[in-house]
């Protein structure tokens, strides 16, 4: 690809697209920072092509500090992309390895599914009852009918959908 300015990429554009030879590629970017007038027209026209390869406006563009150096010529923040966990939340991470939400890495679930079990338990059996059978405290079972509270513990939503409220009603018959 030629580059339409009167740079000095303009002169030999091989130069600024060699990719293995280092000393060329030093080359480049001097004469781009040091000689060229059209640095920010480059930069413009490398971020509208979305380059990724290649020196332009004095950055190696196959690189992320080339990149990241370029967004920051122009003023562009990164482009974002937004990444979501299997429970379907948006995963807000600092960290581009991250692969999960915050509650899923720390073992949590979503309430309203463990509270709307709960409440139909609540119609055979005591909170008393259902927290000896799951293993909790009582007042554990409260603070989860709560509305205050927007997630519950893994192990402990294991251990209430573990008990099944017609297994409950037929225990009782016998």
């Known amino acids: 690809m ?10 030999d554009p091989a130069l600024w697209l060699t990719e293995g030879d280092r000393d060329a590629r030093r080359e480049a970017v001097r004469v781009c920072v040091e000689e060229c ?86 119609e055979t059996m005591s ?3 259902i927290a000896a059978r799951a293993q909790i405290s009582p007042g554990a079972v409260n603070k989860m009918l709560s509305a205050d509270r927007p997630y519950v513990k893994g192990k402990i939503a294991d251990r209430l959908f573990a008990i099944k409220p017609d297994a409950v009603a037929e225990a009782g018959a016998i």
């Open 2 to 11: 030629t580059r339409k300015n009167p740079a000095a990429c303009a002169k």
């Open 37 to 122: 007038t059209m640095r920010r027209e480059c930069a413009k026209t490398a971020e509208e092509l979305g380059a990724n390869y290649g020196i332009w406006a004095g950055f190696n563009l196959a690189t992320s500090p080339g990149q990241r150096g370029l967004r920051k010529l122009l003023g562009v923040e990164k482009p974002s992309t937004v990444r979501h966990c299997a429970c379907g939340r948006q995963i807000a991470s600092q960290y581009a390895n991250a692969v999960m939400c915050t509650p899923c890495a720390q073992g949590l679930r979503d309430i309203a599914p463990v509270r709307a079990h709960l409440k139909q338990l609540l």
């Open 127 to 129: 909170q008393t009852e």
